[in-house]
């Protein structure tokens, strides 16, 4: 596919540049057995993001995506807690996972704009220390600035900010199953 000159999205069929191309990896880079890659212009992209948080009622923390990475990454906190017990960073990952857990909307939780349930946190980069996703430093005192949002209003907070920075997503890792955890920057 790659070595083509001219490139088409697998969902509407239209012809994309290489530097346009979205991968919606639900393989999770091979993780995931099951699942495949998919290769999308930048308007699927964001189409297949909101099927995918449709399909999935489990509770998340949405990390606002950002122009300065170029890919949106899904942890479930199960994932990262497999396989800390002999890890030497145990009690900074445990930590870590606890102080973002903590973000996640209480049972009944109401959608901040429009009062539906809300399944998600949205969260400015600030929730990390220096805005740097890599950094495991949790600023808690973000949870001031979080908005609670169904999977409508975050969609369309999402499509507002990917607008606003003019994101293009080289690579986005989506739910794979209805767990819980968080979409956060990364860089592809």
């Not at 290489?18 to 308007?43: A, H, P, T, V």
């Amino acid at each position: 596919m790659f070595f083509h000159k001219e490139l088409f999205c697998e969902k509407c069929h239209a012809p994309i540049g290489k530097k346009e191309m979205c991968i919606f990896d639900y393989s999770f880079q091979g993780r995931n057995k099951e699942g495949k890659k998919i290769y999308l212009c930048q308007d699927c992209c964001i189409k297949e993001l909101y099927d995918n948080l449709r399909k999935h009622s489990s509770k998340a923390v949405i990390i606002q995506p950002s122009n300065k990475y170029d890919a949106f990454t899904f942890y479930s906190f199960e994932m990262l807690s497999k396989g800390i017990e002999h890890s030497i960073n145990k009690k900074v990952i445990l930590k870590y996972l606890k102080d973002i857990e903590s973000f996640l909307p209480k049972d009944g939780e109401r959608c901040s704009n429009c009062g539906k349930e809300a399944n998600y946190t949205w969260c400015t980069m600030n929730i990390y220390s220096k805005n740097n996703p890599s950094c495991m430093d949790i600023n808690l005192q973000e949870k001031e600035n979080a908005a609670f949002l169904c999977t409508d209003c975050l969609v369309k907070s999402l499509i507002q900010r990917i607008k606003a920075q003019k994101i293009i997503f080289k690579a986005i890792y989506p739910m794979i199953d209805n767990v819980t955890g968080f979409f956060t920057p990364w860089l592809y």
